[in-house]
C-alpha cells in the first residue's frame, strides 16, 4: 500500500558534516499517529520519517552516512514536508497531486540536503532538501530501498498477518529505539502506541505495547 500524503543498532554512531550534500533516498517510515504537544497544545500529529545516504560523505568503513528528517504528513502549503518535496523537485505541486502524492516514488530518487547543527549542537540535522544538480535521478543505493508501511504492520495485530506484515516487522527492528516506541508503545516507558496500532489491537486482541529494552538502544 502506498505512502500518501495530502493537503539500527550496535554500531558507533558516525555524525554527517555541517554543509551541503548530495544525497539518495533509500527509505521512508510511517510513524503513525500520536498526540505530540506544540507551542503548549496537545494535538494529533500523523508523522513520517525520511532517510536518505550521502554517496559522497562515507564512513570509516566506506559506506555511506546516512541521516533522517521527521515531518508532519502533510502537504499543507506551509508544511515542511511540502516546502522539502517541491524543492527537491523543483516544481509545484498540482492540484491532483495535493489531493494525494505516493510518498514512495522518492525512493531511490536524487537530490542534494542543507545539513547543520540542531539548536542545542548535539547532533545535524537536515535544514533543506533542494534539487540534485542536473536534475533529480532514480538511482541504484548501496542501503536497501525500504518502506514501512504501517497499514502492513498493523495486520500483525488484527488476525491478517502475511508477508508483508512479516516484512514491515523486518525493518521495524532495524529502526531507532524512539520510532519503535513511537509506532509499538512502550509498557516499561508508559508510552502508548500510535493511533493506528491501538486500533489494530482492538480490532485483533493483541497485546497493546512491547516492551523495548536497554540493549535495542542503537545509539
Known amino acids: 500500500m502506498a505512502l500518501t500524503a495530502s493537503t539500527g543498532g550496535g554500531a558507533a554512531f558516525e555524525q554527517v558534516p555541517a554543509g551541503t550534500h548530495s544525497a539518495v533516498c533509500f527509505r521512508l517510515v510511517d510513524g503513525g499517529t500520536v498526540m505530540e504537544e506544540y507551542a503548549g497544545e496537545s494535538n494529533k500529529r500523523h508523522s513520517v520519517f525520511i532517510w536518505w545516504e550521502l554517496p559522497e560523505a562515507l564512513m570509516s568503513d566506506g559506506r555511506p552516512l546516512t541521516i533522517f528528517q521527521k515531518y508532519t504528513l502533510s502537504l499543507h502549503e506551509q508544511a515542511k514536508l511540502r516546502q522539502h518535496l517541491q524543492a527537491w523537485r523543483n516544481k509545484p505541486f498540482s492540484e491532483e497531486e495535493l489531493g494525494g502524492f505516493d ?32 536534475g533529480a535521478k532514480r538511482v541504484d543505493t548501496k542501503n536497501e530501498q525500504q518502506v514501512f508501511d504501517l497499514d502492513d504492520y498493523c495486520k500483525e495485530f488484527s488476525g491478517q498477518q502475511d508477508a508483508e506484515s512479516q516484512k514491515a516487522c523486518d525493518i521495524l527492528d532495524e529502526l531507532p529505539r524512539f520510532i519503535r516506541q513511537r509506532i509499538t508503545g512502550d509498557e516499561q516507558a508508559g508510552i502508548e502506541p500510535c493511533f493506528e496500532v491501538q486500533t489494530a489491537v482492538q480490532m485483533g486482541g493483541a497485546p497493546k505495547a512491547q516492551d523495548i529494552g536497554d540493549e535495542d538502544i542503537p545509539f
Not at 514512495?104 to 540535522?125: A, E, H, Y
Open 103 to 134: 510518498l514512495t516514488k522518492i525512493l531511490g530518487t536524487t537530490c542534494n540536503l542543507q545539513v547543520d547543527w540542531n539548536q542545542s549542537n548535539t547532533r545535524t540535522t537536515v535544514k533543506g532538501v533542494f534539487a540534485a544538480d542536473g
